[in-house]
T-cell receptor, first 114, second 113 residues
Framework: DVKVTQSSRYLVKRTGEKVFLECVQD?????MFWYRQDPGLGLRLIYF???????EKGDIPEGYSVSREKKERFSLILESASTNQTSMYLC?????????????FGPGTRLTVT | GENVEQHPSTLSVQEGDSAVIKCTYS??????FPWYKQELGKGPQLIID?????GEKKDQRIAVTLNKTAKHFSLHITETQPEDSAVYFC????????????FGKGTTLSVSS
């Protein structure tokens, strides 16, 4: 059974803090993704990675960076958290093959920046 | 790149009725269209998908139809049940070079008994 885990379900941080959101998958997937989910805006892609040490920008990368040092782990970093980054953050993973586009999502981390 | 529009944003039905959610896409080369269901407190989960070489696909009470000419696809849920209440997202491949998806903004379906 595929499992994508995220380090925290709820997180409260102060403005200006550096924030790390961790995601781990156990299915040996090549692809990993970070989304943020806001009411009325759906799922917006922040960054994704097709391989270790590789990253590509999504639609809203500003204010975020990522790290992928191991295949199973993909970290999202907020260098200096701001209140407009208060949101639900979802991690997902998938196989690289075009025959299998299905993405498996973690439960999400609800981040509040005060 | 691809753009996906989803309607309606909210949908309320009585138990036993049918529900239809529609999405349009912009890239005529798109060839894969999944639907995800997100229950409260959980991440989205794939419930059905369709590739552009077929016009319809069914799985028990859910079905997806694809109209390539009009560039739209729809999710149909028949005999709705309270457990169908959730947020539903349609999606398409962002661009033909990779496997990343672009999602619609979601539809909140409420099924009342």
């Amino acid at each position: 059974d595929v499992k994508v885990t995220q380090s925290s379900r709820y997180l409260v941080k102060r403005t200006g803090e550096k924030v790390f959101l961790e995601c781990v998958q156990d299915m040996d997937h090549e692809n990993m993704f970070w989304y943020r989910q806001d009411p009325g805006l759906g799922l917006r892609l922040i960054y994704f990675s097709y391989d270790v040490k590789m990253k590509e920008k999504g639609d809203i990368p500003e204010g975020y960076s990522v790290s992928r040092e191991k295949k199973e782990r993909f970290s999202l970093i907020l260098e200096s958290a701001s209140t407009n980054q208060t949101s639900m953050y979802l991690c997902a993973s998938s196989y690289r093959l075009a025959s299998s586009y299905e993405q498996y999502f973690g439960p999400g981390t609800r981040l509040t920046v005060t | 790149g691809e753009n996906v529009e989803q309607h309606p944003s909210t949908l309320s039905v009585q138990e036993g009725d049918s529900a239809v959610i529609k999405c349009t896409y912009s890239d005529s080369a798109s060839n894969y269209f999944p639907w995800y269901k997100q229950e409260l407190g959980k991440g989205p989960q794939l419930i059905i998908d369709i590739r552009s070489n077929v016009g319809e696909k069914k799985d028990q009470r859910i079905a997806v139809t694809l109209n390539k000419t009009a560039k739209h696809f729809s999710l149909h849920i028949t005999e709705t049940q309270p457990e169908d209440s959730a947020v539903y997202f349609c999606a398409a491949i962002r661009n033909q070079a990779g496997t990343a998806l672009i999602f619609g903004k979601g539809t909140t379906l409420s099924v009342s008994s």
